[in-house]
């Protein structure tokens, strides 16, 4: 008897699932959610930068950052979503270096003395290669011990005068950037 009443009770189960397909149900598309996160959540020196700052400095919106972690040095990379370039790069360093080891040995050949950016800096342009486009950077000995550079790597397309452009604008965006926060 038991036997029949389980056959009996299986055979409804399985033909009431196949009464009918249900009638679909129209679900409303999904408008893509998009969240701001700050550049200083990727920590290192990622914490020194905001992307409204780098925007306000350099006209350019980046939203994407990263950053590493290594010894004495702490750097970070910001990109806008999806692109590789352009991008900009901080690096600071911990350094014991003075202002006459900085124009000996970190000047670079052919750049341009900054002045009123920590103890001594420069700027320069530097041209494009075969795999990235020309780049802008500004280096400088910041009163606190420490080597930092901002470097803004171009498209491929961009001519050197573009960079040049925008050693200004990146002097103007290091004065902005306190090292000491690290």
Do not use: N
């Amino acid at each position: 008897m038991r036997v029949r009443i389980w056959l009996g009770a299986a055979a409804i189960l399985l033909t009431a699932g196949c009464a009918g397909d249900p009638a679909p149900v129209a679900v409303p598309p999904v408008e893509p959610v998009t969240v701001e996160v700050a550049a200083a959540s990727s920590g290192g020196a990622c914490t020194l930068l905001d992307f409204a700052v780098i925007e306000e400095h350099t006209g350019v919106r980046f939203d994407v950052a990263a950053a590493s972690d290594r010894k004495d040095t702490r750097t970070c990379v910001v990109r806008a979503e999806g692109a590789t370039l352009p991008e900009l790069t901080l690096t600071v360093t911990d350094t014991s270096i003075d202002v006459a080891s900085f124009h000996a040995d970190v000047l670079p050949k052919g750049a341009t003395k900054v002045s009123k950016l920590g103890r001594a800096a420069y700027r320069r342009s530097v041209a494009k290669t075969a795999k990235q486009g020309p780049a802008a950077e500004v280096g400088w000995l910041a009163t606190d011990k420490r080597l930092a550079t901002l470097r803004w790597t171009c498209e491929r397309g961009a001519a050197k005068a573009d960079a040049e452009e925008l050693t200004g604008k990146l002097v103007d965006l290091a004065g902005k950037i306190d090292t000491r926060a690290l």
